[in-house]
Structures are given as C-alpha cells and as structure tokens.
C-alpha cells in the first residue's frame, strides 16, 4: 500500500476523500448535528492515512490555530451560502444563485486555507501501526476531546469510507 504522504497533500485528500459515496452528506450532517468542525476530521483521518497518530494535545493547538477563522470567515460564509439557498427563491432568483456560486467558491478558499492552518500547526509523528487503525485511533481522540454525543452512523460512514479509501490505495 502506498504512502498518501508522498504524493498526496492534505487538500488533495480531502477532496477525493470528500466524493467518496456517502461521506460529504455524513460530514454534513456531523456539522450541522454534533457541531464538528469537518476540516479536523478530515485531518485526523488524513493523519492516519499518512500513518500518523493525532494525539489530544495536537487536536487541542489544531483547534485553536483555526477557530478564529473558522468562526469568522468559515461559518458565515457558509451561513450566508445557505440563506440565499432559500431566500433567494423569493427575491431575483438568478441574482441570487450567481451571487450564492461565488460566495460557495469563497467559502471552499477559506476552507482550503484553513487547511493550510491545520497541517502547519502540529508537527505529526509516524507511528508503526496500520493506517486504518491509526485513522480509527485519531476520529476516537477527536471525538472524545470535542463531540459529545454525535450519531454514530454518520461516524461509521466516515471508517467505512476510510476502509474504501485505503482499499484504492
């Protein structure tokens, strides 16, 4: 099996991890239901793809590198996106899905750069364990440290979507 290291950055990841079947409605719905910040549970699957463990203390500075951003720039674009997803019906519909397109491409820079702010935040140590019970190692420390209660199938679609990752690889 490859190394995603090598030859596959953060946001590369993120992306084709993302269009996997079933995985960006299960983040969606982690969001918006248990208030997880997908840009970190990305990151720590992303970790343990790369073979690496992401330690409580790392998800901790993680968090706090980006939680300026995140809730200054990320969630109210994301806010705005969405209210023009339904007000915009009402009040000059084509204006509005014009204006809701580039405030989306907005919204994915400023979750690419927040991704930027993740990777150069922690310094990720390799550990000599298979990647997919690292991957399963890092989602348990973030849920532990932040979640709470969350659904649990929206969780296992993510393992189930990093099983199928690692299979391609």
Not at 159 to 162: K, N
């Given at each position: 099996?490859?190394?995603?290291?090598?030859?596959?950055?953060?946001w590369t990841f993120s992306m084709h991890f993302y269009a996997l079947p079933g995985v960006a409605a299960a983040c969606v719905a982690l969001q918006d239901k248990g208030g997880v910040?997908?840009?970190?549970l990305l990151f720590a699957v992303w970790?343990?793809?790369?073979?690496?463990?992401?330690?409580?203390?790392?998800?901790?500075?993680?968090?706090?590198?980006?939680r300026s951003w995140r809730d200054g720039v990320i969630i109210p674009l994301r806010t705005a996106r969405r209210t023009l997803k339904?007000?915009?019906?009402?009040h000059n519909p084509a204006?509005?899905?014009?204006?809701?397109?580039?405030?989306?491409?907005?919204?994915?820079?400023?979750?690419?750069?927040?991704?930027?702010?993740?990777?150069a935040s922690v310094s990720l140590?390799?550990?000599?364990?298979?990647?997919?019970?690292?991957?399963?190692?890092?989602?348990?420390?973030?849920?532990?440290?932040?979640?709470?209660?969350?659904d649990c199938t929206d969780l296992e679609v993510i393992?189930?979507?990093?099983q199928t990752f690692l299979d391609a690889c």
């Open positions: 099996m490859k190394s995603l290291a090598s030859d596959q950055d953060f910040d997908v840009n970190l970790s343990g793809m790369t073979g690496c463990a992401f330690r409580a203390d790392q998800i901790t500075a993680a968090d706090d590198a980006c339904m007000a915009g019906r009402r204006a509005a899905a014009q204006l809701r397109t580039r405030i989306g491409e907005a919204e994915i820079e400023a979750e690419r750069l927040q991704q930027l702010m993740l990777a140590e390799h550990i000599d364990r298979p990647q997919l019970t690292l991957v399963f190692e890092n989602l348990d420390a973030y849920c532990i440290q932040y979640l709470g209660l969350i393992r189930s979507a990093s």
